[in-house]
């Protein structure tokens, strides 16, 4: 079960490793805000401290490998496509700019509706290690074949619901189903911040609640979105360093953590020490992207700045370049472009 540990952490502070110790050899800040803590479920594990630029360390505890925190870099969740209106474009486009979002590696690209039924008509498939991602909200629309299109599902759980318990529950179900059916799921905590600048966290109980849940249904990724746009340092710190404590199954929080917010939030949690982020480069999102996440040469601009490892394509000549026509099913029959 996952349970908050700050308390104990902080007593044993240091003692504690900074986890940019075991990344890639950068340069290290200073601040106190480049500091990323060590999850106390990871130090107690660590019998064997890992090579250097090894990806993956052995856990004692559990018995399995884990990801080692930061060596994969920054990971960045394109939603280009998910604000697209299908019907505004002909799925020959479609894929192909999918085609072309696939060629800049970010870690996922996240679908338009009714892409999955599309895909699976035309018999399109994903030969990149880019994961496709669609979103789902009840347990039964994780269909079990849905992974032969894609290998995560998204699901969420509003912070401010007069319903946030029963949502739960409901978030519960959809991760258990979609792990039966071989997918994984990127859990959001949708409006985790309220309050102004010199407030508190309004949400911050129902936020760490919705974290420590998900991490124990089992969500592979846990995000924590700020829709509204009220996030501040204090409030991100004190949300994030609380999630960097907890003790959970599987690899660690400091590997599971993301954020969906402004560019300069997404700033301020990279030097937290987050790994995860969500961005939009805008292309074919009919003018319905969500303006609360940075476009995605913003943002990596913005690692750059900040001296992050990220394997996404920042100059984007792959997206520009022409690229041959992929062959579907169905094409000659005249039914493709509808």
Known sequence: MARPLARLLRACSSLVSDASSITTASATSSRAMNSAPWNLGMLRSMTTSPEKGATKY????SGRWMSVPGAAGIRVHEKSLAAWNPSAMPLRDRLQVLDKLLAAQPYSVELWEGAVEEMKRVRWTNDTDVKLVTRVEKPEHC????????QQVVHGVRCDSPT???????AKA???????????????VLN?????????????????????????????LIILSDCRGKAHEDSLRELVEEAFYLDVVGDTMLERLGVSA???????SARLGVQHFDACLGVGAAGRVATAIPHTCELLAMLAEEGKKCSMDSDFDTL????????LVGEEEGWLEA
């Open 143 to 150: 269909d079990p074949e849905m992974h032969r299109v894609v």
């Open 192 to 220: 985790a911040f309220e309050g102004g600048e010199d407030e508190d966290n309004l949400n911050l109980p129902m936020a760490q609640e919705a974290v420590m849940s998900m991490a124990d249904f089992g969500a592979e």
């Open 174 to 188: 959809v991760v258990r189903e979609a792990v039966d059916a071989g997918l994984q799921v990127r859990a959001y």
């Open 164 to 170: 946030f318990k029963e949502d739960l529950q409901l």
């Open 58 to 61: 052995y856990d004692s505890q």
């Open 320 to 327: 520009l370049a022409p690229r041959q026509p992929t062959k």
């Open 262 to 268: 402004s560019l300069e939030i997404c700033r301020l």
